[in-house]
């Protein structure tokens, strides 16, 4: 075996940057569960025992967590002073409370890691692993990955994106937002149209009653309603709008989902399918946004829709041309690409 030098050390360098990434989602995790990105926000330019003082935690831990960190690019230490603080962009992205709190994110693969041999005898059989069976932290950090997405293009860019819907919905249309988890789509939607009737519906029990809870503390219990049913059957008809947030993917049977979606929306309504951002081609998708979704899906997406008939597996990089094609066959007539984002399509389809 010839093996060339250069290519294994490109090799092994992204081999130590993926390991540490391991490591670093851990540290993450705790710096968010603890509040340590909020601390150094406020105490900075700052000694570890000023961060650790102010988050209520033990310096000599926070002194290592704040080293990583910065060696990590996450966060600034200056030499000359010893100290460490956050640039703008960093603060931002992971200690503000209206910004990206990326953080969250990484609650995804610790939350996965906890279920590492149950995920590995699901892919070794193929008989999946269903939504609600991974660890509860796995749906913390999903709705706080999607959530500032939503925030930033839904009712500025998306809702817009599609002819009429804007104007329908503030004159008060009726909304069904399926698959909605901790309803972050559904609350978005029913804060920003106070005229419409916005119901969130998720198979996931739990799920259903924490998005009630969050409707309760942010005072739309009175816009916005939440109930346990599946995609293929949930209730209500004449719906001016259904929206499937980056979950269709998941489903056992999308097709099925979709056909009964394309039943239950009034004659002239819109089916709004946000689905994770993906070129048709598997060769075109060979990129970080390819890599984080190929990777989630395995765990995740194909391994829920494997739990149920027919176990289409559709995975999260199915591509706007599957997709549209599935909306066909599910009785759609018009399909397409409204707008899009590094992370996210959104495709109008209507009956």
Not at 161 to 175: F, P, Q, S, T
Request: hydrophobic content about 45%; charged content about 20%; proline content about 5%.
């Amino acid at each position: 075996m010839a093996i060339d030098q250069h290519q294994l050390d490109a090799l092994l360098g992204r081999f130590v940057t993926d390991l540490g990434a391991g490591f670093h989602a851990v540290n993450a995790v705790i710096g968010d569960r603890l509040g340590l990105y909020q601390a150094l926000a406020a105490v900075m330019p700052a000694t570890p025992e000023e961060v650790a003082r102010h988050a209520g935690a033990d310096e000599r831990h926070v002194r290592e967590w704040l080293s990583g960190q910065a060696a990590g690019g996450y966060v600034t230490y200056d030499p000359a002073t010893e100290r460490f603080s956050l640039t703008e962009e960093q603060a931002f992205v992971l200690a503000a409370p209206d910004g990206m709190q990326a953080a969250a994110a990484f609650h995804l693969p610790v939350a996965l890691a906890m279920n590492v041999q149950a995920l590995t005898d699901a892919v070794r059989s193929g008989s999946g692993f269903a939504w609600h069976q991974h660890d509860t932290a796995l749906f913390e950090g999903t709705e706080r990955f999607f959530r500032p997405g939503y925030a930033a293009n839904l009712v500025s860019s998306w809702i817009p994106a599609i002819e009429g819907l804007e104007d329908r919905l503030r004159a008060g249309g009726k909304v069904a937002d399926v698959g909605c988890g901790h309803g972050a789509s559904t609350l978005l939607m029913a804060q920003a149209y106070p005229a419409a009737s916005v119901t969130g519906f998720d198979y996931h029990r739990a799920s259903i009653e924490q998005a009630g809870k969050r409707a309760g503390d942010a005072g739309l219990t009175h816009r916005a309603t939440f109930e346990v049913a599946s995609a293929t059957d949930f209730p209500g008809s004449d719906y001016d709008l259904v929206t499937v947030f980056d979950a269709l993917h998941d489903m056992p049977d999308p097709r099925g989902a979709a056909r009964h979606i394309r039943e239950v929306l009034a004659p002239d309504g819109v089916f709004m399918l946000v689905e994770p951002y993906a070129e048709d081609r598997l060769e075109d998708n060979l990129n970080p946004v390819g890599r984080l979704y190929y990777a989630a899906s395995t765990a995740i997406c194909v391994a829920h829709s494997k739990t149920g008939d027919p176990g289409t597996a559709l995975g999260a990089q199915a591509g706007e041309a599957r997709l549209t094609d599935l909306l066909h066959d599910a009785g759609f007539t018009r399909v397409r690409r409204a707008t899009q984002t590094p992370f996210n399509l959104v495709l109008e389809a209507r009956p």
